[in-house]
Each structure stands twice: as structure tokens, then as C-alpha cells.
């Protein structure tokens, strides 16, 4: 089983950039497809994006294709988004999750068994 702990969250102004990442341990990081998922106030868990065991093939949910980027070290165990541009409306808890049983980096919540604990990311106006 891994274990997945996120950090890098913060307030920044609408315009600024952030990352966050995603350190991994328990089991061989490069093993595992993962994702990043974000949930804002009362609203539910979304898909924001997910890169395989290589890095060689990510997705993006529309909103945030331009403005953020996944990649994964696995020499560190850590997958990262970096955040550009972010807007008011990317305020949420950020979680990164891990799957092991699939080809293709999932894009559903169902998709990953292992989640992290999330980190709040907020953007002022």
C-alpha cells in the first residue's frame, strides 16, 4: 500500500502561480498511475489531472489545460502540478491519488485506490 501526503498549498492572488506536490512511500512510486482531483466548497470531488507510471501520457480537465502542469519524478517518489495563471474559481482542497490496477491514468474518482489528505489551495481576487 502506498501512502501519499500532499504539500505547497497556500493563498495567492488571482494571476500568481503555485505547485504543489505529492510525495509518495511504501511502495515502488513508479508503479502507480496518479492523479490529481480538487474539491471547492460545497461541491464534489473533480478531476484535474493524471499522468501514467512514465510520465509519457497525462490528461487535463478542460479548465485548467494552458494553465497547469503535471509531471512526476520518480527518483523522488513526488508528482507535482504547477499552477499558472490560477483564477478565483481554482480554490479548492487539492488530493493526489494513486492507482495501480489500470493501463491507462485513470480520470474518475473510482479509478484510485490510495488518496492523499489534500492541501487547500486558495486564490484571492
Known amino acids: 500500500q502506498v501512502q501519499l501526503v500532499e504539500s505547497g498549498g497556500g493563498l495567492v492572488q488571482a494571476g500568481d502561480s503555485l505547485s504543489v506536490a505529492c510525495a509518495a512511500s511504501g511502495r515502488t512510486f513508479s508503479n502507480y498511475n496518479m492523479g490529481w482531483f480538487r474539491q471547492a466548497p460545497g461541491k464534489e470531488r473533480e478531476f484535474v489531472a493524471a499522468i501514467s507510471r512514465s510520465g509519457g501520457l497525462i490528461y487535463y480537465t478542460d479548465s485548467v489545460k494552458g494553465r497547469f502542469t503535471i509531471s512526476r519524478d520518480n527518483a523522488k517518489n513526488t508528482v507535482y502540478l504547477q499552477m499558472n495563471s490560477l483564477e478565483p474559481e481554482d480554490t479548492a482542497v487539492y488530493y493526489c491519488?494513486?492507482?495501480?490496477?489500470?493501463?491507462?491514468?485513470?480520470?474518475?474518482?473510482?479509478?484510485?485506490?490510495?488518496w492523499g489528505q489534500g492541501t487547500q489551495v486558495t486564490v484571492s481576487s
Open positions: 491519488a494513486a492507482d495501480d490496477r489500470r493501463t491507462l491514468p485513470p480520470r474518475t474518482i473510482e479509478g484510485y485506490s490510495y
